[in-house]
T-cell receptor, first 113, second 115 residues
Framework: DQQVKQNSPSLSVQEGRISILNCDYT??????FLWYKKYPAEGPTFLIS?????DKNEDGRFTVFLNKSAKHLSLHIVPSQPGDSAVYFC????????????FGGGTRLMVKP | NAGVMQNPRHLVRRRGQEARLRCSPM?????VYWYRQLPEEGLKFMVY????????ESGMPKERFSAEFPKEGPSILRIQQVVRGDSAAYFC?????????????FGNGTRLTVT
């Protein structure tokens, strides 16, 4: 029962171009969506989040878009940099879940110089 | 300003032994979460604790696994009689409060290998 799916296990992008990472979910209770970035041998680090009352949130080079009707969100990174190469996890939650996150399977982003 | 500290970083156990994983949350954080990541998979929730209380253990196997977060000291995830399938990376996270203004902060994990 995969409530959160990241259908692209990997993505390769040229430096300077846009990276788009996608995430689909099935649980309509989710009302807060987080993206985490993970380097090898390290724990995930929080990147950006969006509440269900918004459809877009921007922080520097990172923008997250939420389409509630489609139960879909995406993370845009522009311009992509080699240091962005990592695994990105979509991790939604909902009020009352006590911060319990449901992680997608992750997308490995490789940004080529 | 130390982050979430987990130790050991690597732990090797033979089948049937016990594994103890420790987690010290960020200063001031009273919410602790344990997640497990199997190879090539995402992180799966195991248990959520606040000081001295287990709030949600719905993701934790009913047998052999237990967790605690005592009033003093780190949170402990204990796995008794380990089996090969327990080999994974175990991540601890802490937060100040509920999500919205307090995302989870993760430690660097303990990589458990069962031989």
């Amino acid at each position: 029962d995969q409530q959160v799916k990241q259908n692209s296990p990997s993505l390769s992008v040229q430096e300077g171009r846009i990276s788009i990472l996608n995430c689909d979910y099935t649980n309509s209770m989710f009302d807060y969506f987080l993206w985490y970035k993970k380097y090898p041998a390290e724990g995930p680090t929080f990147l950006i989040s969006i509440s269900s009352i918004k459809d877009k949130n921007e922080d520097g080079r990172f923008t997250v878009f939420l389409n509630k009707s489609a139960k879909h969100l995406s993370l845009h990174i522009v311009p992509s940099q080699p240091g962005d190469s990592a695994v990105y996890f979509c991790a939604p939650t909902f009020r009352g879940a006590g911060n319990m996150l449901t992680f997608g399977g992750g997308t490995r982003l490789m940004v080529k110089p | 300003n130390a982050g979430v500290m987990q130790n050991p970083r690597h732990l090797v156990r033979r089948r049937g032994q016990e594994a103890r994983l420790r987690c010290s949350p960020m200063k001031g954080h009273s919410h602790v979460y344990w997640y497990r990541q199997l190879p090539e998979e995402g992180l799966k929730f195991m248990v959520y604790l606040q000081k001295e209380n287990i709030i949600d253990e719905s993701g934790m196997p009913k047998e052999r696994f237990s967790a605690e977060f005592p009033k003093e000291g780190p949170s402990i995830l204990r796995i008794q009689q380990v089996v090969r399938g327990d080999s994974a990376a175990y991540f601890c996270a802490s937060s100040l409060g509920t999500v919205g203004n307090s995302p989870l902060h993760f430690g660097n994990g303990t990589r458990l290998t069962v031989t």
